[in-house]
C-alpha cells in the first residue's frame, strides 16, 4: 500500500448544501481515507458546517485532481483516486451523514477528521463528498482540505 495526499483550495458558493470535493475510488480498488483536514483559508459571510456523506450516484466531473504520493520512491507512485472539485452534473448524496463539524467563519480555524486505527473505506467507484450544509452571505469565503489516503 501506498499513501497518497494532495492539498485542496476552493472559493465558497452561495448555495447550502454544495458539494466542495469528492474522493472517488478507481473502479477496481477501493480507497483508505485515514486523514481530511478542513480548514478556512478566508473568511466567509457565514461559517462553514461540514459534512461526510456517501454519494449513491456518480455524478459527471469535469475538473479533478490526482493525489501525490507521499513516498515518491514506493514501487506505486501514480494514485488511482480522483479528487473531483466540479460537476456538470452532481452526485447524488446519501440521506446520512458519516460525519458533520462546523468551525467558526474566521481565518486560519479548521480540523482534522482521522481514521489511523482503522481506516474510513471507499469502495471501489465510489466516493466521499465533502459539503458545505451552511453555504450563504455576501462573502463566499476559500476553502482548504488535505485527504491523505491509502491505496
Do not use: C
Not at 10 to 16: D, L
Not at 54 to 75: H, I, Y
Not at 118 to 137: K, M, Y
Amino acid at each position: 500500500m501506498s499513501r497518497h495526499s494532495a492539498g485542496l483550495s476552493k472559493a465558497g458558493v452561495n448555495t447550502a448544501n454544495t458539494i466542495m470535493w469528492a474522493i472517488k475510488a478507481a473502479a477496481g480498488q477501493q480507497v483508505r481515507l485515514l486523514e481530511l483536514t478542513l480548514s478556512v483559508e478566508v473568511a466567509p459571510t457565514t461559517g462553514p458546517v461540514w459534512r461526510l456523506v456517501r454519494s449513491t450516484a456518480a455524478g459527471t466531473a469535469t475538473a479533478s485532481v490526482v493525489p501525490q504520493s507521499e513516498d515518491p520512491a514506493a514501487l506505486v507512485v501514480a494514485s488511482t483516486t480522483l479528487v473531483e472539485t466540479a460537476w456538470s452534473t452532481a452526485p447524488t448524496l446519501a440521506t446520512v451523514d458519516h460525519r458533520r463539524m462546523a468551525t467558526p467563519n474566521s481565518i486560519g480555524s479548521g480540523f482534522g477528521f482521522t481514521w489511523f486505527d482503522r481506516p474510513f473505506i471507499i469502495p471501489a467507484g465510489g466516493s466521499l463528498a465533502v459539503v458545505n450544509a451552511n453555504a450563504t452571505g455576501v462573502t463566499l469565503g476559500t476553502f482548504s482540505a488535505t485527504p491523505l489516503i491509502e491505496e
